[in-house]
């Protein structure tokens, strides 16, 4: 079995690098902020095309970047491509310090699909298609991107995981990562190479994940929680609405920081295309959660 990247020796906890709340975390060598910044939600409706308004989206960016968010979640099938190039029209050249992660593994078909396209020349291409429109030689974490649009369906990876990892050899990918998967998934990936995340639908009304999410911490190995405020269907709850109104907050602020609470080695990277959200989101992904409020939160998704 191939070790992982990050293990619970060398991992990460919360450094005084960054006044964004969660500190810091590190996932092979890099280190990123736990408060991230999705970028999907940058392009037109159905993530597909350019944004009604494209200076709104570049200074999203921006604004993330000189707030001190060092990780931006991507795919070049944001669009397609349109995420990728507003990031590098925004950002490039990229600051020190700044990790812009992707995924591979669908493409977009002309009805807004996301057909998978995991063979080895479909993973070539989506790989020389990032570095392409994200103006990079190497790109820092490329997420292989299993299942499909209703979740992670089972099915060995062997092919395309050890893909993933022969482009990794060449020098165009530094760090692995997995998306969209099964335990099993994982478990099977640690047979054929190391993986420093494991990105995957969870927030506080979906809970599946609870026992990897564990698992991985054990191991140092960051779980990036997709859709951390519902995505398309914001969260709701009447016992997350009641938690909110006694701090005098907005839900999401709720959502967000019960995620950082929830375990150190989540990475949050909620999405939204709009300045002010930005800024509402990171102070309240601070917001302190009394031992009460989180054991109530805690019962929402189980
Ligand atoms: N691996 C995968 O298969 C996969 C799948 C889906 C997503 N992802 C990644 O996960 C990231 C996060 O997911 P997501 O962006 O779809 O969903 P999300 O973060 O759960 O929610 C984003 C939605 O919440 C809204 N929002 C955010 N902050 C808000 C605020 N303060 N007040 C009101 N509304 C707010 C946004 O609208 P506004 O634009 O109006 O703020 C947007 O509609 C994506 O950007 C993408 O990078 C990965």
Same mark, same amino acid.
């Given at each position: 079995m191939t070790t992982p990247a990050g293990t619970a020796a060398s991992a990460p906890a919360s450094t005084?690098?960054? @006044?964004? !709340? %969660?500190g810091t975390w590190t996932m092979g060598g890099l280190t990123v902020t736990r408060f991230g910044y999705g970028?999907?939600?940058? @392009?037109? !409706? %159905?993530?597909?095309?350019?944004?009604?308004d494209p200076d709104g989206a570049l200074a999203v960016l921006r604004e993330a970047v000189r707030l001190g968010i060092t990780h931006i979640d991507t795919a070049d099938a944001y669009g397609p491509h349109v995420t990728n190039r507003l990031i590098r029209e925004a950002l490039h050249p990229y600051p020190d310090g700044l990790h812009v992660v992707t995924k591979v593994g669908a493409v977009r078909d002309a009805q807004g699909g996301w057909p998978v396209a995991r063979e080895p020349d479909d993973l070539r291409r989506a790989v020389h298609s990032n570095l392409e429109n994200l103006g990079?030689?190497?790109?820092?974490l490329v997420n292989l991107r299993l299942g499909d649009a209703e979740g992670p369906q089972p099915g060995s990876l062997a092919r395309a995981y050890e893909t993933l990892a022969g482009l990794q050899q060449e020098g165009l990918i530094r760090h692995l990562g997995l998306s969209n998967v099964t335990a099993e998934q994982v478990a099977e990936a640690e047979g054929i190479a190391p993986f420093v995340c494991v990105q995957n639908l969870y927030n506080l009304a979906h809970r599946g994940d609870d026992d990897l999410v564990d698992r991985l911490a054990a191991r140092g190995i960051a779980y990036v929680p997709f859709?951390?405020?519902?995505?398309f269907s914001p969260l709701q709850s009447s016992e997350l609405s009641a938690v909110a109104a006694r701090y005098g907050v907005r839900p999401m602020a709720v959502a967000l920081a019960w995620l950082l609470h929830r375990s150190p080695n989540i990475l949050l990277i909620p999405g939204t295309s709009s300045v002010a959200h930005l800024r509402e989101n990171i102070t309240g992904a601070g917001l302190a959660l009394s031992g009460q409020d989180l054991t109530r939160l805690d019962a929402i998704g189980r």
């Open positions: 005084p690098t960054t @006044t964004l !709340p %969660g970028a999907m939600q940058l @392009t037109g !409706p %159905g993530v597909t095309g350019p944004p009604a990079v030689e190497s790109l820092d859709f951390p405020l519902g995505g």
